[in-house]
């Protein structure tokens, strides 16, 4: 609702520097709880995003190993219906989609029978092609980017460099167990794939 009806408003510089806009003719639900404001102040870098056009993307791969649906929408809440026909795989794109709050729909059909390598790696090319394509030209997106993350017995780093030169560095603990039905160096293989064709 915010996004729509900043839309609707006026932006104006607030500096020389352009840090920083002016909202005018703010939504009356901004204004209710201080009527006498007549102006919101919003980082340049957060209303680029409010105002840049949908982000969102979709594509279909089929080779001989695979068939692959995958849309998404960047600006999404959260929402995914994933079917990979490999359940552990299935769980990690769907928390995926639901911390990132990157809308997700995936529809895999491979060879599961032989191996899961060509579902996963394929699967993440397809992701890291879509999101490349749902940013354009990345406005309003810093190139650089570092989370941590910890779960349970796990402390997670993720740096990013969305440098259009793909590198993937990844570092785990020695012997890390196989998940259930899911090799752990599968896990390395979608990373990779993901960086390669998302380019960062």
Known sequence: QLKEQL??????????????LRVRNLPNFLTQSSPAS???????????????????????RNTAETKIKLSLDLDGSGKSSIATRIPFFDHMLT???RHSLIDLNVEVDGDVEVDFHHTVEDTGIVLGECIKTAMGDKDGIRRYGHAYVPMDETLCRSVIDLSNRPQLELRTPKQTADAQNFPFTLVEEFCRALSSNLRC
Not at 7 to 17: D, F, G, N, T, W
Not at 38 to 60: D, G, H, K, W
């Open 95 to 97: 928390l995926f989609s």
């Open 7 to 20: 839309r609707l408003s006026s932006l104006v510089p607030a500096k020389p520097s352009d840090r920083y």
């Open 38 to 60: 007549e102006c919101l102040l919003v980082p340049t870098i957060l209303s680029s995003l409010y105002f840049m056009s949908n982000r969102t993307a979709s594509q279909a």
